[in-house]
């Protein structure tokens, strides 16, 4: 969320910047994660991979377009089973695009996260597939909130000087104690509040923490890999 508030920072708005915007984003992922599920796909025809399943032409279409569609055990994973994460990915895209098209991106927060809030309430009513709910309505969605809501922050706002040093030093400790928890608490499966409270409040504590270090102390090798 932090990334993409970053990047849309000096975008225009309107439909051709959105549209921009969108063509960019699939590119950079659809051309490859093709490549993998086409690769797959047939190892799978010719009986090589994946032998106990049975893939219908709908199942096989929405893993091509990212779009979720509930596998025949009920689990919403594509054919190419890392690219759930490319699911969200694309939604957040999609949103956003939206979002630049009705020049919603330079007002205040409320209007970059009221559509995420929006499409997870209404992700919720019955009609509804539950596959397009574990997307639209998944806690993970916060978690790429929290990241827009820290990019809005810290560009509106600089903490003043002799708090920054107390703030930098709670939020390091509070992360670190919540990654501790997450280590006890062993791993989290699926995109459940609880992965929100384990992996996502720790991050969104760390990417506060990195942006209130000076460049100096990250400096050299650290900044020239990203």
Known sequence: ??????????????????????????????????????????????????????????????????????????????????????????????????????????????WLLAPFLLLGLAGLLPVVPASVRSVISSPMVIEFMLGMALGWLFAKFSPAQPYTSTLKTGLLIGSVTLWVVAGLHGEVRGTGMDRLLIYGLPSAMLVAFALLVRPPVLGGPLVWLG
């Open 1 to 110: 969320g932090y990334i993409i508030f970053q990047t849309t920072a000096k975008l225009g708005a309107g439909r051709q910047p959105a549209g921009r915007f969108l063509i960019k984003r699939a590119l950079r992922i659809y051309p490859a994660y093709w490549i993998w599920t086409s690769t797959l796909l047939l190892m799978w025809l010719a009986g090589l991979a994946l032998k106990s399943h049975h893939y219908s032409p709908a199942f096989i279409a929405g893993s091509y377009l990212l779009v979720p569609v509930a596998r025949e055990d009920g689990s919403v994973h594509p054919l190419l089973d890392q690219g759930w994460t490319l699911s969200f990915e694309m939604y957040f895209y999609l949103v956003m695009s939206v979002i630049l098209a009705l020049g919603w991106r330079q007002r205040n927060p409320a």
